[in-house]
C-alpha cells in the first residue's frame, strides 16, 4: 500500500501511478489517500495531522490484509508509529530515496520544496547517517503545485539540480516530494545523472523485503504499543 | 504553560509542582493536560497522539494568552509544530535537560523508561549533537508507573545511575521522563552528582527566552503553517 | 550475477542457493566465482587479490550481458572498481545488509569472522554512515568454516548476537559474512529479532534498481576509466 | 558576576549594561574586569592570559560569595578552570549562545569578529556539538572596536548576517562577541530572524541553575584542583 | 623505499627526486616503479591494478631488507595489504600529508586532480576523522600531466588553493597528487600558507617510526595473512 | 625544545632522557622546565598555569634561537599560544601520539592518568577527529607519581591496557602522560602491540617539519598577536 499522508486523492493517483512503473508483476499496488488531515503536507503541524493519517490508514491496510506499506511523502511522516501499527515492512520514501542514491553515487544531492521543508530532508539525513554524502536544496515552490503532475517545475529543478552537481560535487540527484515521477525521464535526460524518485525505491526496497521474509524488529523501538490511540481524558 | 502531552490530570499535577520549585516567583505556570489522546507515551503510536494533543493545547493556550511552553513528555513530542503554533518560545524537556547537563559535566548519562523509548532520547541527542557525551540507559518501567510520584523507583534508578557513573564515565544523571521530580533530591544524595530533571531546566530556559524576548524563528522550519488542520477529504 | 570473490566453487553454490530464494521469479541469477585468487577472503591482502577478481568477473559478465552485479564478500571488496567496469548497478552485500538493518531496527549489530575482519566492517559503516546504529561483533572462526554451510557456527554466532542484544542495545542482526544464509532461519528463531543476509538483501536492491532503470552514476567518481588494467612496464 | 578576562573596564561596563536587560529582578549583577592581562581577547596567546584573569576573579568572587558566573568572552575563555574554583556554576557566553540559538532555530550561524577568532567558536561549536546546525562567519573588525558599544558596526555585521541567511540556510544569528549587545535591536529589526547575545543568554541561563540548585558535578573533570597555583619552581 | 603504484619509471623518479631533500641523511632512499599495472592512477579500477604492484612491490622491498615504505600515490592505494606484508612501517603519503597539515592549521584544503579523484581523498578523510577540518578540491588536469614535473600546473592549482583559502577558510593547502613536489616552493610564495607535499611527509614520518622502533600492529585489521595470493581455482 | 609546563625539573630531565632515544643524531634536545606555574599538570587549573609557562618558555626559547618545540604534557597545554608565539613549527605530545598511533592500528586506546584528565584526551581526539577510532581510559594514579620513572606502574597500566585490547577491539597503545618512556619497553613485551610514547612521537615529527621547512600557518588562527601580554589594568 502506498500511503499517502495528504487527502489530495489526485496526488495519490499521481503518485500511484508513477510507482507502478517500479513494482514487480506480482506486486499488487493499492493507494491511499488521508481520511482527513490536511491537503498537503509541508510545515511541522502538517506533519503532526499527516502522521495521523498515516497511522489510520496502515490500521486499515492491517485489517485488510496488506503486506507492506510505503509512506509517499518527504519526511517519512508517521514512519515510526506505522511501523509499530504493521506486521510487515514499512518503507519510506525519503529513507528508501537516501539509500538508493547512495548505491549510485559517491555524494548526491535531495532537490526538495518548498525551502521550509529542508529541515525534513536533513533529519532523514541524521537518522541514515547520510549527511557527509549529500546536500539538501530546494525550489520555491508549494507542495500543491505537484499534486497533478510536476513537469511545469522541470526548468526549476533542473536549475537547482546543475547547481548541486557543480557546486556541491554531487553525482546524484534525489526528488525531495511524491509526485514528482514524470520528472525523472526529462531531468535524467537533462543533467545525465541518476535521478531518483523515492516512492518507486521505496516500493522495491519494501519487495525485497517481503522476499526475504523481513519485518520490523519488534525488540524495542518497533514493539507493539500497549496504548492504541484516544482515550477519554 | 506546561503541557502535558498524556490524558492523565494526576502526571500532570506532579509535574506542575516539580516545576514550581524551579520558577521564578513572577512565572505564572499553568498546568495543561491533553484532552484526548493517550494516558502515558511510551511508543512512537504514542507520541503520534501526543503529537496532537500538544499542538491542541498550545492552541488553547495562544488564546489564553500564554507566553511560552515546556513540552513536559522526554522526547519532546510535539515540539516543532508547536513551535509554528506559538507566538512565544517553545522548550521541550529532553533539549532542556541535554543542554542544562552539558553546562554541568563533561559526559553524562539519560536514565529513562522504559527500554523502549531510548530510541526518543537518542533521537534529541542527534537533533542537539550531543550524543558524543551522553550515553543512554533504561529501566524497565512502564511510564504509568510515575503518574503520582516516583519515589518508589529510586533503588532502580539509583543502581542505573550509578553503572553510568562506573561504565560511561558520567559526571551527571538527566532523568529521562516527566514526573520524576521527586527523585533529584534523594538521587543527588545518593550519587553526589548534579541530578538533572528536565521540566525544571526547560522552566528556567523558557523564562530566559522571555527575559531576552526571544521567541522562535520565523524564517523558513518554523514559519506559520498555511493550513491549520483536517480538511474534510 | 553474484560475484564470490574468493577461488572456492562450493562457496559460490552455498551463496547462490541462500540468493534464489529471496530472488523474483523473473531474475535469472548467475554464480561467479574467481578464476584465480585466494580461496577466502579475510585479509587485506586478500581483498587485494578478491578486487582484481571481481573487475574481471564483472568485464566477464559484461561480455556475457549480464544486466546487474552483488558483490558477495562482507566488505564489499573490489565495489567501485566493478561500478565503473558495469553498465548496470553493483550492489555490495555489506551495504544492502547495513541499508536493510536500518529499513527494519532503530540499531542493530554486525556479526562477523574472524575478528580481523571488523575493519572491513567498520569501513562500510563509515562509508554508509550507519556507525552511530550498529555495533561490530565478531566470532573466532575463519571464513573458510563456512564454504560449505554454517549451521555448525549457530552456537558462537548467537552467543555473539544475544550479546549484542543485551550490551549494545541492538534490535536486529546482520550476518557479517557470505556463506550464512542457512542460519537466518535458526537464528530468527532463537533470537526473535530479524536476521539479515546480505547477498539476499543485494539481490532484491539490485532487482529494484533495474526495476527502476537505475545504475551508478558517470558523474565523475564511478566514471568510466581510461585505463582497463595492465599495460607493459 | 559577569567576568571580563581582558582588562578594558569600558567593556565590562558595557557588557554589564546589555546582561541586566536580560536578568531577573532578584538579580544582582556585577561585573569584573581583569586586573592585570590583556586589553582585548583575540588571539590564542590573549586566552591564556584572559584564562588567568578568570581564575582570579572567580577565586576573588568566591571571596566575596559570589553564587554563579558569566565568561564574558566569545570562545569561553578560562571556563573549566573556572568551573573547579566556583563552589557554583559557571557558564560560558558561547555555549549559552549556541544553546539558546538552538532552542530557537534549525540552523543558526555566528557572526564574530575578526577572522583569526573563527576557532574558537568552532571549539564550543566541537564541544557542544551543534557544528552540524551552525555556521561561523567573521568580519573584518578587531575585538577592540566594540568597546564602547557597536552600533557602527551594525552595517558590516548585516551583511554577514545576510550571507548567512541566503547562503548557509541559516535562521538564526549569533552575535560572536561580547560587547554587541546594542545590536540586537536593530539587527533584529532588519534581519527579521532571532538575534542572540551570548552575556544575556548566559545570564538567564545562571540564573536558571540557580533556581534548580545545580552547580558543576565534582565527579571527574572538574573536581577540586589539588593545586591552586603557581609554587617556587 | 618509495612505492610508486604506476608503471612510470620517470614519476618515480620525479617522486625519488622530491622526497630526498626532506629525508635525513642518514635515510636511504629506493624508489619502486610498478612492474605491472596501470601508468596512472586516478580512476579505482587504476586503484585495484595499482594495490596488486604495491603488495608486490613491498614484497620485493621485504626480501630485499627494505627498513619502512612509503606509499606515494594520493589515496593510498594498497596500504592496507601493505601493512601486513612489511616487517617495519608503511605510510600513505595521503594520510601523512593530513596528519602534517593538521599540525599546521586549523584548517586545510587538499587540492587533487582530477575530479574523479576527490573521493579517494574523501575517504581518507573519513578515515583519518580530519573532514571536520578539511575540504577537497581538485583542477581539471590527468595525473599523467605530472609525471615529469608540474610547473607547467602552478596556475591552476594556485587558483584553486586560493579559491580554497578565501570560501573555505583554509589555511594551509595539501597538494593532493604524488609528484608535485615542485610546486611547493613557488605556491609557497604565492599563497603565503604551508603547502604540504605527501611523500615528503610521510617519508619523514617513516624516519619518525623507525626511530621509535615501531612497526604496525599484527593484533588484529593488520595481522599476518594466512593466503599470500593466487591459487589455482 | 621539549617544553615541560610544570616546575618539576626531574620531570623535564626523565622526558628528555626519553625523548633523546628517538631523536635524530643532528638534532640537539633542549628540556626546558617550567619557571613558575604548578608542579604537576592535571586539573583545568593547572593547565592554565601550564599555558602561561609554555607561553614564557617558548618565548625564552625563541630568543635563543630554538627551531622548533614540543609540549610535553597530555593534553597539549598551551600549543595553541605556543604556535603564535614560535618561527618554527610546535607539535604537541598528544596529537603526535595519535596520529601516530593511526599510522600503525585500526584502533587504539588512551591509558592516561588520573581519570580526571580524560576529557583532556577526548578534547585533542575531538580535534584531531580520531575519537571513531579511539577509547580513553585511565589508571587512578596522580601525575606526580610519574616524575622520577614510571616503572612501578606497569601492572596498572598493564592491566588497563589489556582491558582495551580486549574491551575495546584496540590494537596499540597509546601512554597518556609525559614521563613514562621508561614503560615502553615493558609494556610492548607484556601486550605485543605497539605502544606508542608521544614524546618520543613528537619529536620525531617536529624534525619532520624542520626538515620540509615547514611551520605553522599565519593565515588567520595563528597569525601573530598583536598583544604579547600582561598590560596594566
Known amino acids: ?10 496526488m495519490t493517483r499521481t503518485v500511484l501511478e508513477g510507482a507502478r512503473s517500479a513494482a514487480g508483476p506480482a506486486t499488487r499496488l493499492v493507494g491511499s489517500t488521508a481520511a482527513s488531515g490536511v491537503d498537503s503536507v509541508e510545515s511541522n503541524t502538517d506533519e503532526v ?16 490484509g496488506v503486506d507492506g506499506y510505503v509512506v509517499a511523502c ?10 509499530e ?46 549527511a557527509h554524502r549529500a546536500t539538501v536544496r530546494a525550489i520555491e515552490e508549494p507542495v500543491a ?3 497533478d503532475g510536476s513537469l511545469h517545475l522541470l526548468g526549476a529543478v533542473a536549475a537547482e539540480a546543475r547547481a548541486a552537481l557543480d557546486a556541491d560535487a554531487a553525482e546524484a540527484i534525489v526528488l525531495g516530494c511524491a509526485g514528482l515521477a514524470d520528472l525523472v525521464g526529462p531531468l535524467t535526460e537533462l543533467l545525465n545523472v541518476p535521478v531518483v524518485e523515492g516512492v518507486a525505491a521505496a516500493v522495491t526496497m519494501t519487495e525485497g523485503l ?6 520490523t524488529s519488534r525488540a524495542a523501538t518497533y514493539a507493539p504499543p500497549e496504548r492504541l490511540g484516544p482515550v477519554p481524558a
Not at 495531522?49 to 485488510?64: F, K, S, T
Not at 518527504?74 to 511501523?83: H, I, N, Q, Y
Not at 517481503?210 to 519485518?215: D, H, K, R, T, V
Open 1 to 10: 500500500m502506498i500511503v499517502n499522508p495528504n487527502t489530495t486523492a489526485s
Open 49 to 64: 495531522y499527516g502522521a495521523l493519517a498515516v497511522l489510520d490508514q496502515v490500521r486499515a491496510g492491517e485489517a485488510a
Open 210 to 215: 517481503l522476499a526475504q521474509n523481513l519485518s
Open 85 to 130: 501499527a504493521a506486521r510487515g515492512p514499512v518503507v519510506g520514501m525519503t529513507e528508501a530515496a537516501l539509500f538508493t542514491a547512495a548505491l549510485l553515487a559517491a555524494r548526491f544531492s535531495v532537490v526538495t520544496l518548498p525551502p521550509r521543508t529542508r529541515e525534513q530532508s536533513r533529519r532523514v539525513l541524521r537518522e541514515t547517517g547520510l
Open 145 to 147: 503545485e505537484v499534486h
Open 74 to 83: 518527504f519526511g517519512d511522516t508517521g514512519l515510526a508509529a506505522a511501523r
